[in-house]
T-cell receptor
Framework: KAGVTQTPRYLIKTRGQQVTLSCSPI?????VSWYQQTPGQGLQFLFE???????NKGNFPGRFSGRQFSNSRSEMNVSTLELGDSALYLC??????????????FGQGTRLTVV | QKEVEQNSGPLSVPEGAIASLNCTYS??????FFWYRQYSGKSPELIMS????GDKEDGRFTAQLNKASQYVSLLIRDSQPSDSATYLC???????????FGQGTRLTINP
């Protein structure tokens, strides 16, 4: 069974640009969550999608957005990049709601560097 | 008060000993609790989940949950150098579809 796949693995972008990251969840998983990891702030929740609907959103500015497609694949977009957006972006997938269904498995992450 | 708190360490344990990692959480009605292991430069890997009070054992790992005291712990028996990593405690708050992570405890197993 394939794991969570994130693309690309590495990105270098310039301030002011925008970026789109992709995540393919484990087959059968309908929930996809996104997290930002930095040395100073640790793992911070961005948003969660289930069956194409955003159910939860973290405390990030509106420059951060996402969506989920009917096949459960998800994308996140960051517009007007700032230096502080440099981080490891992680996607996690799970079956969905309640108990063991919330067990989340992470992809390898996308390392974004903003210069 | 942070939602999930862990001692950041570093925690140093000799090979073969028991490593004990602790985590406290603030949301009293949280229902799901997880431990992740993260090697440097890698993504978090789920190693234990626990949902009810008591102990849950899986190989060399034991997770312990005490909802009354709002803490969850992870014991690693017969610690190996390959256990050296950062261990992240994560909690799913009641009604929320997200993981809230602690800052992680860096564990070093000394040969």
């Amino acid at each position: 069974k394939a794991g969570v796949t994130q693309t690309p693995r590495y990105l270098i972008k310039t301030r002011g640009q925008q970026v789109t990251l992709s995540c393919s969840p484990i087959s059968g998983h309908r929930s996809v969550s996104w997290y930002q990891q930095t040395p100073g702030q640790g793992l911070q929740f961005l948003f969660e999608y289930f069956s194409e609907t955003q159910r939860n959103k973290g405390n990030f500015p509106g420059r951060f957005s996402g969506r989920q497609f009917s096949n459960s694949r998800s994308e996140m977009n960051v517009s007007t990049l700032e230096l502080g957006d440099s981080a490891l972006y992680l996607c996690a997938s799970s079956y969905g709601t309640g108990g063991q269904n919330t067990e989340a498995f992470f992809g390898q992450g996308t390392r974004l560097t903003v210069v | 008060q942070k939602e999930v708190e862990q001692n950041s360490g570093p925690l140093s344990v000799p090979e073969g000993a028991i490593a004990s990692l602790n985590c406290t959480y603030s949301d009293r009605v949280s229902q799901s609790f997880f431990w992740y292991r993260q090697y440097s430069g890698k993504s978090p890997e789920l190693i234990m989940s626990i949902y009810s009070n008591g102990d849950k054992e899986d190989g060399r790992f034991t997770a312990q949950l005490n909802k009354a005291s709002q803490y969850v712990s992870l014991l690693i028996r017969d610690s190996q150098p390959s256990d050296s990593a950062t261990y992240l405690c994560a909690v799913v708050p009641q009604g929320a579809q997200k993981l809230v992570f602690g800052q992680g405890t860096r564990l070093t197993i000394n040969p």
